[in-house]
């Protein structure tokens, strides 16, 4: 795949060196980025959150933990608040570099984007095919979007609206779930959700990269094939 693509920009190298090395090895919950600070949260919490987001990433994709018959206990919703702000200082990054290597090709903006969703927005309307030939590039552009959007609303409403943790104590209980309130919007999180938010997120910045290093390849056949794995996306069973 990277004969196909001759690009020496270090970005487009670094980009297709990680993307191997993530696949091969799969995500990882004990990357130094878990020591970054995330959102409001203080230092303490944020100490005891570290070891509860290893509780979640390590079973976010074990089918078994998305089981009616399965308890929850109050320390693992605890860790996936954890999750979800992890899992958004990852891809907010990820859109920042991304940006900045877009910048260096020319086709950026003069002037610096600020908070995620501006992000995702400028970055989307940057690396969207306008030609018509990458139809890949852009079903996935429209794909990853329309869930980040999502998840960003969930994410806001956890940070800022967060008004209860239900465990799930017994098998045949109610589901666990986050309750959240914020201006009008009241509504439950479940834990079966957020597990299956967690799934996709967990590569959404890879996705971010690939869909970036494409952009940047001026063949048009060679752009696709850097796509073609992520194909079946969001579902990465």
Do not use: Y
């Amino acid at each position: 795949m990277l004969r196909c693509c001759p690009s020496k920009r270090s970005f487009v190298h670094r980009a297709a060196f990680l993307r191997n090395e993530r696949r091969q090895s799969g995500p990882s919950s004990h990357s130094p980025e878990l020591l970054t600070p995330w959102c409001s949260f203080t230092k303490p919490n944020i100490r005891r959150l570290l070891a509860l987001v290893r509780i979640v990433n390590g079973s976010e994709i074990d089918h078994k933990m998305i089981n009616d018959n399965t308890t929850v206990s109050f320390e693992q919703m605890k860790g996936a608040i954890g999750s979800l702000i992890f899992l958004w200082s990852q891809i907010e990054r990820e859109l920042a570099e991304s940006l900045d290597a877009l910048q260096i090709k020319g086709s950026g903006s003069s002037k610096p984007a600020h908070g995620i969703a501006r992000r995702l927005d400028l970055w989307s309307g940057q690396i969207q095919p306008r030609n018509g030939q990458r139809e890949l590039a852009s079903r996935l552009i429209d794909v990853l979007v329309s869930h980040l959007r999502e998840a960003l609303s969930a994410r806001n409403l956890v940070c800022h609206g967060l008004i209860g943790i239900t465990a799930k104590i017994h098998p045949q209980g109610n589901e666990a779930h986050l309750t959240v309130e914020l201006g009008d919007i009241r509504k439950k999180l479940t834990w079966t959700e957020l597990q299956i938010m967690f799934r996709w997120m967990s590569r959404a910045h890879w996705l971010i990269r690939d869909l970036t290093t494409a952009s940047l390849e001026p063949d048009h056949l060679c752009a696709e094939n850097l796509l073609l794995g992520w194909q079946e996306f969001p579902d990465i069973s």
